[in-house]
């Protein structure tokens, strides 16, 4: 499974949706996952892949990680892993 | 209904062991927060918090009571000596059956907790030490405060996360103003800084890693501290019968409950707390001078915190002081309101307001006078101290000047 499919599946699992329902241009917002939420996803992302994001909720626009929309978010996760390997 | 006064006042934070050398270091706005040491530190991203220094156990305390009390009951049992030592009392007779010690705590025995699971998770060992049990439960440092100084009357231990001990201290309030006993001893303490507790707090994503900035626009977090805060509240008609001297007078409380997240706070839920308090004390908004922020230097406590201030007080807003402490000790979690009710003993009393240090970037949505960096003297009748915790759950005392 790729990177996208695998993030994705994480995000749609948190908003309970489909992952068909889950498209790279949403926003976390607009699939209704709220700062708990967000806090919870990226956990289950460093698990998923074994990274760490640097983020921090006091500062979300404020970090390396850009978590605008899920794209976005796709593509900070894509750069981690290819550190990582 | 009785008058309430604070007659003793004991602590040990990271800024000091004792009263006096805690309001010295606000007074010069010296930051206690410094580079955590423990096992295991290196495996933290958060390495940093506002840790008791210059404390040696050994030399506080035997081997046999070192055996039963865990770092919170330490802090504890060191800030209530100090405490009763002031107030002068004695705990005998009618007075040692009425009198009762409610504390607030949230994490309990942290440290004994961690210590033990790594025995038996990490280690691999079957077999831990027989106090573990009572060394680790809330109620352990109310319970060895009550053996140590003969206090029989109602004692219990409040855990609201950052709450507890304003809502301690509320509880023991009511006790003497409702005329159940003339004495309660109150406070509350935390020491959460070791591996398990501060990796906790990791996770949630609200920490600091580079120190605790209240109200300044790039603030990004909290920062731990630990230690304890004991106070004597009694019944001002005894205090003045046997010439106590008295630090201040608790006027009133409020409690409420945001009812709506687990750890958003809500703007409507802290200015409920805030104008309930000054009802419950009679207390005109234009009288208070100064309020000890609840100010964790998150994003989202600072901005609905001042948000709810300017509700509550309208054009007061702008002429009343309101600080952070925590920018110096950190935050104790349940024994947090306890050691920042110093700063409101210090301002009535002595006409010093502490200040926020770390302040480096006015934030439009903070836009109070929140004595940046430098302590200032003023005239103060009267103070508030605000505490709003995860899960809603809020409590503010307002204190006041004794003439």
């Known amino acids: ?85 | 209904m009785k008058r309430v006064v604070i007659t003793g006042a004991g602590t040990i934070n990271a800024l000091g062991t004792s009263v006096a050398t805690t309001l010295e270091a606000m007074r010069e706005g010296r930051s206690g927060i410094t580079d955590l040491e423990f096992r295991d530190v290196e495996r933290l991203s958060i390495r940093i918090g506002g840790q008791v220094r210059e404390y040696d156990p050994a030399a506080a305390f035997n081997r046999q009571q070192l055996a039963l009390y865990d770092r919170f009951t330490q802090f504890t049992l060191i800030a209530a000596r100090e405490a009763i030592a002031q107030s002068g009392l004695e705990f005998t007779g009618d007075l040692a059956t009425k009198a009762g010690v409610i504390l607030g705590n949230s994490g309990g025995g942290m440290t004994t907790l961690d210590e033990n699971y790594r025995t038996v998770y990490e280690d691999g060992k079957n077999r831990v030490h027989p106090f573990v049990v009572p060394k680790l439960m809330n109620n352990a440092a109310a319970s060895h405060v009550s053996m140590e100084y003969n206090l029989k009357g109602p004692s219990y231990t409040v855990s609201t996360a950052c709450a507890s001990s304003n809502h301690a201290m509320a509880q023991a309030f009511q006790m003497v103003h409702g005329g159940i006993t003339p004495v309660m001893v109150t406070g509350g303490s935390e020491s959460m800084l070791c591996f398990g507790g501060v990796k906790a707090w990791e996770g949630l994503r609200v920490m600091s890693k580079d120190g605790c900035r209240p109200f300044s626009a790039n603030r990004n977090g909290m920062v731990q501290g630990e230690g304890a805060g004991i106070f004597v509240f009694e019944d001002y008609d005894h205090a003045r019968k046997r010439g106590a001297e008295i630090l201040a007078e608790v006027a009133g409380y409020a409690m409420s409950s945001d009812a709506s997240d687990i750890v958003t706070p809500s703007k409507q839920g802290a200015a409920r707390a805030i104008a309930g308090a000054l009802h419950d004390a009679r207390i005109n908004l234009d009288e208070v001078g100064y309020i000890n922020a609840h100010g964790t230097g998150t994003a989202a406590n600072d901005k609905t915190e001042c948000a709810a201030v300017a509700d509550v007080f309208g054009q007061h807003a702008d002429r009343l002081m309101i600080s952070s402490t925590k920018s110096m000790h950190g935050h104790l979690i349940g024994g947090t309101g306890a050691v920042e009710l110093l700063a409101c003993i210090m301002a009535l009393r002595d006409g010093i307001i502490a200040p926020t240090i770390g302040y480096q970037e006015p934030d439009p949505e903070c836009a109070l006078d929140v004595v940046p960096n430098e302590a200032r003297e003023a005239r103060v009748d009267v103070a508030l101290s605000n505490a709003f915790a995860f899960g809603g759950l809020n409590a503010v005392l307002a204190l006041r000047k004794i003439a």
């Open chain 1, 1 to 85: 499974m790729d990177i996208e499919t695998r993030v994705i599946r994480i995000i749609a699992e948190q908003a309970v949706l489909d992952p068909s329902d889950v498209t790279s241009g949403n926003t976390l917002e607009e699939l209704g996952i709220d700062s708990l939420g967000l806090v919870e996803s990226i956990f289950a992302i460093e698990e998923e892949f074994d990274i760490s994001i640097p983020f921090n909720a006091n500062e979300p626009k404020n970090t390396d990680f850009d978590i605008s929309s899920v794209s976005s978010i796709i593509s900070g996760i894509e750069k981690l892993v290819k550190a990582l390997n």
